[in-house]
């Protein structure tokens, strides 16, 4: 167990924002299916736009690497060039 009060308030916050990084990333991968489960062509490109800004503002959080942000972006935006 922690022994000095700093500890004590970095598991605390520690423990408050990985709530908040698990609420962000299940949000967007919610967000991630609705895109590929539709079969409309202009509500998938407006879907798009939100969904690429969530995964850019995981990447720049560090809570997904940057990388898997490119990655599931690619892949999201042939589905959508595919409709």
Same mark, same amino acid.
């Given at each position: 167990?922690?022994?000095?009060?700093?500890?004590?308030?970095?598991?605390?916050?520690?423990?408050?924002?990985?709530?908040?990084?698990?609420?962000?990333?299940?949000?967007?991968?919610?967000?991630?299916?609705?895109?590929? +489960?539709?079969?409309?062509?202009?509500?998938?490109?407006? %879907?798009? @736009?939100? &969904? =690429? /800004?969530?995964?850019?503002?995981?990447?720049?959080?560090?809570?997904?690497? +940057?990388?898997?942000?490119?990655?599931?972006?690619?892949? %999201?935006? @042939?589905? &959508? =060039? /595919?409709?």
């Amino acid at each position: 167990m922690a022994n000095h009060k700093s500890a004590l308030k970095r598991i605390r916050s520690n423990n408050a924002k990985r709530l908040r990084n698990r609420y962000y990333a299940k949000t967007t991968r919610t967000f991630i299916k609705r895109l590929r +489960k539709t079969t409309d062509k202009a509500e998938a490109q407006e %879907l798009y @736009k939100k &969904v =690429s /800004s969530m995964l850019d503002k995981l990447a720049k959080r560090n809570i997904i690497h +940057k990388n898997k942000a490119a990655n599931n972006k690619s892949k %999201l935006a @042939k589905v &959508v =060039s /595919s409709l």
